[in-house]
């Protein structure tokens, strides 16, 4: 039977029954029709407790927010803001080296989570109101803000640094000195993220036992709360999932939608780290808020958007790739964030035998939730103004950071041929490095002052058009949604939807100076030579 067919049905038998019950309350004498209507009562009462969003009773602390401006948090939410866990977030910028190049960007995942919880809670609000049938209790409500607020409690040091950068570079260097590896295959903060959530409940429970049973939760929704922050995998699966029942699906795309990228996470930091880099932002999430809509598609709720709504969802994935190119994956912040990272492997005393004790614990605080609250952007003072022996290198590259001396831009271009690897690539340029003849007899070149970078940029799905991953509903047939139709969408779209860039740099050596005469024909030489290789492996001019 068809949803709609099946709603009207329901609400049909449901005006029967309120019709026979009123009819039965009338035929009843007194005195037992008073205790009847305290039993009638008694059971609307726990019915609108159970899945009215109504909080009007609880006493809501108001943040004023840059971004969404006066937000209303749940006590049992202020609470978790009020651990050290949560709090910790305050010391970790949300676009770390990207400050360096924007000094607006100097907000922190503190009060992007905070944005995070509140959207949670107005779409979930959205879909309460004009869905009934979805059934959405007060408890799924707290949940799922919940975990837009802790979603990103496991990030570390200069955010996407530490779980991009960091353990990647950590895991190559246990591997090459033959040290034994003990960090998760593809660790990534949302892991981190779920340990913490752990530690906070724990630390509340400890206060008061009952802390959550107060507010309608228990150990299926702390369950639910984790499975939320690491998102539903594939769609096509058996639903395995604990928290909640399958026709309750839709719920795990709110914060962290592994369908099709939509989620509450990146509406708020499209909007804030726009809004904070000086970057004009197209997409409008208040909007699409209106036209969210759950619909059965291939046997399982999703939350789908009015078909008129297809532009500003590609707005949406625009402004994603728009921010990588010109702020996340800018050419000066995004070498300052590799030298971050160097710095911090060096520090990494578990990378050294014997595991020196003036050197810090970086990666092997991945392992517990306590030590890893201590990794914060504060790690980047610690290790300056120390006087260890052991982190001298370390010292020197943040130095090089504050000072600016950092490795020269030689250039970039756009790969037009089919996926070659790093490793390819530097073994490419290697050659032409070594191949290329100076016109200036006094130059000479070294390949491994010049390392070669690859950069990904996409609108969130590799190579895949994301918006066919999008259901769509219509104003004719609001309960049925299926992917958009070519015809409906603009002529003006791109064809493909990802780019790799290659990118060369040039590290100058400690007794080099920018203002040396001898560095700027050095410099121009090597980008002689970058031209050069792009024209023979490419076919590109730069």
Request: net charge neutral; charged share 35%; proline share 4%.
């Amino acid at each position: 039977m068809p949803r709609s067919e099946k709603n009207k049905k329901t609400l049909f038998d449901l005006r029967k029954n309120l019709q026979d019950l009123k009819k039965s309350y009338e035929e009843i004498e007194e005195p037992e029709k008073q205790q009847s209507w305290e039993i009638i009562t008694d059971e609307l009462k726990d019915i609108l407790k159970k899945y009215s969003l109504d909080f009007s009773k609880e006493q809501m602390k108001i943040f004023n927010d840059p971004i969404h401006g006066h937000i209303a948090l749940h006590p049992l939410l202020v609470k978790i803001t009020d651990t050290p866990q949560f709090q910790r977030l305050r010391h970790i910028k949300q676009l770390g080296g990207t400050y360096l190049v924007y000094p607006g960007a100097s907000h922190n995942r503190f009060e992007h989570s905070l944005g995070v919880a509140y959207l949670a809670g107005c779409l979930v609000k959205i879909l309460h109101d004009n869905q009934p049938e979805l059934k959405i209790t007060k408890q799924d409500f707290l949940c799922v803000q919940i975990a837009g607020l802790c979603h990103d409690l496991g990030h570390g040091p200069f955010s996407h640094v530490f779980d991009g950068l960091v353990i990647p570079k950590a895991k190559t260097m246990k591997k090459t000195r033959g040290l034994p590896d003990d960090i998760p295959e593809k660790w990534k903060h949302e892991q981190m993220s779920v340990l913490m959530f752990d530690d906070i409940v724990k630390s509340l429970k400890t206060e008061n036992e009952n802390v959550l049973k107060e507010h309608g939760l228990d150990d299926k929704d702390v369950k639910f709360i984790k499975e939320l922050i690491e998102g539903a995998k594939d769609p096509s699966d058996k639903w395995t999932y604990e928290g909640r029942a399958e026709h309750k699906s839709f719920l795990y795309e709110i914060v962290a939608n592994k369908q099709n990228g939509i989620d509450v996470d990146k509406w708020d930091y499209f909007a804030r780290d726009c809004h904070h880099l000086g970057i004009r932002n197209s997409f409008d999430h208040q909007r699409l808020l209106k036209f969210a809509r759950v619909c059965e598609v291939n046997g399982r709720n999703h939350i789908c958007f009015r078909d008129k709504e297809a532009d500003n969802v590609y707005d949406m994935f625009r402004t994603r790739y728009t921010l990588h190119r010109q702020a996340y994956q800018h050419k000066i912040g995004y070498i300052t964030e590799e030298m971050f990272a160097d710095a911090l492997v060096l520090a990494d005393r578990d990378l050294h035998e014997g595991k020196p004790e003036d050197m810090l614990k970086i990666s092997e605080a991945i392992k517990t939730a306590e030590e890893y609250s201590k990794l914060t952007d504060e790690i980047f003072e610690q290790i300056s103004s120390s006087t260890a022996d052991n982190l001298k290198k370390s010292r020197n590259i943040l130095d090089k950071i504050v000072r600016r001396e950092l490795p020269k831009f030689v250039g970039e271009a756009r790969l037009t041929e089919e996926h070659k690897s790093k490793e390819q690539l530097t073994e490419s340029w290697k050659a032409a490095v070594q191949k290329y003849k100076p016109t200036d007899p006094t130059v000479s070149l070294n390949a491994e002052e010049l390392p070669v970078y690859v950069v990904d940029l996409d609108h969130g799905m590799k190579d895949k058009n994301p918006i066919e991953s999008v259901y769509f509903y219509s104003k004719r047939n609001p309960n049925q949604a299926s992917t958009i139709k070519d015809y409906q969408l603009s002529s003006f779209l791109p064809k493909k939807f990802n780019e790799e860039l290659v990118r060369v740099y040039y590290r100058r050596t400690d007794d080099q100076t920018a203002e040396d005469k001898m560095e700027e024909k050095k410099v121009e030489e090597i980008h002689e030579c970058f031209k050069k290789w792009c024209k023979d492996n490419f076919g590109l001019r730069v």
